[in-house]
């Protein structure tokens, strides 16, 4: 069963444009939600990471979203840049030390 | 902060062969650490999990005898491939938890089994 859902699987974007990546989760028990970045050949780079007690969090161009009802989280790219190209992963983690990623986005950015 | 580093970054070895690859904590003390295989274009799949000073728990399907894994220190977890096949052959990641949130990965390790 998997516990975080991620989609899109794969995701095109032009320079300039906004990348959005979305994930749902079921347990309630879940309250960090980090998002990792992983280049080929490389191990997965935290890029940003949310708490439920907040609903959005900026880092320069990127954003995360949270919907705590709806149970959801999504990651925005503002201003997507080729560099930008990489394969993102949201996960969960609850407060039982577990740990759950999604499938991963394939992302590249056109130029 | 947070900087998790792994050695070997690759390594080429004989099929029947034991590869051990070191997982490090540099700037923060590690209570768990975990061990994951990564196939090409797919997510992580974790195999273990360990804590100091304890033995490892490891993911259903994933042989223990194969995967040694040991966790000697708040800083320091190490995975044995013992025996290693070409089908071993693929990226392997630690990733080490602080005693506050988050999980921060190695760079990971390229095991290519002849």
């Known amino acids: 069963q998997q516990q975080v859902k991620q989609s899109p699987q794969s995701l095109i974007v032009q320079k300039g444009g906004i990348s959005i990546i979305n994930c749902a989760y079921e347990?309630?028990?879940?309250?960090?939600f980090p998002w990792y970045q992983q280049f080929p050949g490389k191990g997965p780079a935290l890029l940003i990471a949310?708490?439920?007690?907040?609903s959005e969090k900026k880092e320069g161009r990127f954003t995360i979203s949270f919907n705590k009802s709806a149970k959801q989280f999504s990651l925005h790219i503002m201003d997507s840049q080729p560099g930008d190209s990489a394969t993102y992963f949201c996960?969960?983690?609850?407060?039982?030390?577990?740990?759950?990623f999604g499938t991963g986005t394939s992302l590249t950015v056109i130029p | 902060g947070a900087v998790v580093s792994q050695h070997p970054s690759w390594v080429i070895c004989k099929s029947g062969t034991s590869v051990k690859i070191e997982c490090r904590s540099l700037?923060?003390?590690?209570?768990?650490m975990f061990w994951y295989r990564q196939f090409p274009k797919q997510s992580l799949m974790l195999m273990a999990t360990?804590?100091?000073?304890?033995?490892?728990?490891?993911e259903q399907g994933v042989e223990k005898d194969k995967f040694l894994i040991n966790h000697a220190s708040l800083t320091l977890s190490t995975l044995t491939v013992t025996s290693a096949h070409p089908e071993d052959s693929s990226f392997y990641i630690c990733?080490?938890?602080?005693?506050?949130?988050?999980?921060?990965f190695g760079p990971g390790t390229r095991l290519t089994v002849l």
């Open positions: 990733s080490a938890r602080p005693r506050t949130w988050g999980q921060f």
């Open positions: 347990n309630t028990a879940f309250d960090y």
């Open positions: 949310i708490r439920p007690d907040v």
């Open positions: 996960a969960a983690q609850n407060t039982g030390n577990q740990f759950y």
């Open positions: 700037d923060f003390q590690a209570t768990t």
């Open positions: 360990s804590n100091e000073g304890s033995k490892a728990t490891y």
